[in-house]
């Protein structure tokens, strides 16, 4: 690591000099994977000082043919191109670093003591946000209540937000800052509020039905909002990530990263989605698709949500959860709606990507794809996608192949569900969910990512889970449903060219090759010849975009 960290700052510290012409770097490394069919594997990489890459091959060869190259020795690494989260969620994981974090909470009481202790740096008054809690990681596994924070915080207003984003728990406080009556037997479109007996709010709110707290805590500062972004690329980068497809970017955000990509502060690229049928959408209707000049930042698609998360028992199902008898989940946007964004981005050339989980959710939005695609399903490049793909019926399934519709999955959603994902929806439909081999098998691309903060930013957790499909101790022994495991390339290709492909920018990344983007990964081990059990631990030494170190490791 010395001899890369030395070579790396000799080569910045001789480009920045003023009386020098076009400089080229050689990259040389025990062995560099390049995601190019033609050309997979090399041991040396050219490329100019605007990191746009200029050849691959043997180190003698280039050596020769750019005698002056400054030289940058990987030494016994392994280069990789960069990694690509194909969903996640950028200000969200910023946001964890500034709030009360709850992930991996055992208990109520664990939760408690963790706001407790978060509370002591606010001041009087404000409200303490959290987010991270699992009511399935408790003893009981039911929801809490408000009456369960109520004790700790008699004044103060709490709202936090669950695993998943799909549901949030307030106490008292935070129940009287919303000017809505919540008591009684209404429901809003797309939400559900949970009631007792006595048909009074208990404090917990699922999708769409967090609005009416969200709207009634106080908006967060343009600075603290970029912050949070800022925060969420650095930690990013640091994990080996070049690229993020940011799920659900509304117009004010979009603007926020303009601002940091001006002043080029974006250390990795960010392809934007817009918020649903709303004012981003109609920024790309009315201007077209954005490009930022930097190229660091793009927004060409939508996101729209059709239903909620199987955690929360949000994720709308065609029959009723195996666990909750009567409950059929919730549809956030009805057919309909779906219908009119979908026709709406269709006539704006905008790209779609629809959140889907349960079976009946990831139905509805085939429906509509099938009806505004009509007979130019296969013949568009639309590339369009299902985000999670989670639950999918036996008839459906083989439709995203057939239409051309993206996968867009996350791994560590599997491994982090297997202890309750089969008690939700059975064994009958279990068959269906999660099922990236019969997806990949069946013809479908899949885009591979992590939805951070739901799951941790880290990529390689990611490619671990793809290949293992066991949690961190390696459990269940030979992995949950092992036949939906992906190889190790698969994986990789997954969070690298076909997520590429998935942003319309496999021209440009996801694999090393001449004329495309020096964007790659240093690491200790080679991610296709360890044991699959390895990959979680896989060390990253450094990340690079265009050409230039984004992030190194400090690891002597």
């Known amino acids: 690591m010395r001899k890369l960290v030395l070579a790396v700052s000799t080569a910045l510290m001789a480009m920045s000099g003023p009386a020098l012409a076009a400089k080229v770097t050689l990259l040389t490394a025990a062995k560099i994977h390049t995601m190019d069919t033609a050309q ?17 091959g043997d180190a003698a060869t280039l050596r020769k043919r750019y005698p002056q190259a400054q030289r940058l020795d990987a030494g016994n690494a392994t280069i990789i191109p960069g990694l690509i989260d194909a969903h996640a969620h950028v200000a969200g994981l910023g946001m964890t670093m500034l709030s009360a974090d709850l992930v991996g909470a055992q208990s109520k009481d664990e939760v408690v003591r963790r706001l407790q202790e978060f509370a002591k740096q606010l001041p009087a008054g404000a409200w303490l946000i ?12 039911v929801f809490p209540s408000a009456a369960d924070l109520d004790a700790a915080f008699p004044d103060r207003p709490v709202w936090l937000e669950r695993i998943d984003g799909h549901a949030g728990w307030a106490n008292t406080a935070a129940l009287r800052a919303v000017k809505r009556d919540l008591s009684g037997d209404w429901q809003p479109d797309g939400g559900r509020i949970e009631r007792d007996a006595r048909r009074q709010p208990t404090g917990i709110f699922v999708d769409a039905a967090m609005g009416l707290v969200d709207e009634s ?24 990530l070049t690229g993020v497809h940011d799920a659900g970017v509304s117009l004010a955000e979009l603007k926020r990263y303009q601002r940091l990509a001006d002043r080029g502060q974006m250390p990795l690229r960010i392809t934007a989605m817009a918020d649903g049928n709303s004012d981003a959408l109609e920024s790309l209707c009315r201007n077209g698709l954005y490009r930022h000049a930097s190229g660091r930042l793009q927004m060409r698609t939508v996101k729209l949500y059709a239903d909620g998360a199987l955690g929360s028992r949000g994720a709308a199902m065609l029959k009723d959860y195996s ?23 269709t006539g704006c050339n905008v790209q779609v990507a629809t959140h ?19 007979g130019d399903a296969t013949a568009k490049d639309h590339r369009w996608r299902i985000e999670h793909a989670q639950v999918l019926a036996p008839k459906d399934l083989p439709r995203l192949a057939q239409m051309h519709v993206i996968a867009s999955m996350q791994p560590t959603h599997a491994t982090s569900d297997m202890p ?49 499909r066991t949690d961190a101790q390696g459990l269940p022994a030979g992995g949950w449903f092992p036949q939906e495991k992906l190889t190790s390339f698969e994986a990789l290709r997954g969070f690298t060219l076909d997520a ?33 059990a390895r990959l979680r631990n896989l060390t990253v030494q450094a990340t690079f975009v265009d050409g230039e170190a984004v992030y190194q490791s400090k690891t002597r």
Do not use: C
């Open 420 to 468: 309750w994902a089969e008690d939700r929806v059975g064994p009958q439909r279990i068959v269906g969910a999660y099922a990236w081999r019969q997806l990949r098998d069946s013809g479908a691309r899949l885009a591979l990512g992590s939805d951070f903060p739901v799951e941790s930013v880290d990529p390689r957790f990611g490619l671990y889970a793809a290949v293992t």
């Open 500 to 532: 590429a492909y998935a942003g319309f920018a496999e021209a440009e990344v996801g694999s090393l090759e001449v004329g495309k983007r020096a964007d790659f990964v240093v690491l200790t081990e080679d991610p296709l010849a360890v044991d699959p």
């Open 217 to 240: 805590r106080p908006s967060l500062d343009e600075a603290t909002a970029e912050r949070a972004l800022v925060l969420g690329m650095q930690s990013a980068v640091e994990h080996g």
């Open 356 to 374: 889907a989980i349960g079976d009946r959710g990831n139905h509805e939005v085939l429906e509509a794809y099938a009806k505004a695609l009509g």
């Open 323 to 345: 666990d909750d008898h009567g409950n059929l989940g919730l549809m956030v946007m009805s057919p309909e709606q779906i219908a009119t964004a979908v026709a709406k981005a």
């Open 130 to 141: 959290g987010r991270g809690w699992d009511q399935n990681d408790w003893p009981e596994k």
């Open 40 to 56: 997979p594997a090399a041991q040396a990489m050219a490329f100019d000082e605007d990191g746009r890459i200029l050849a691959l």
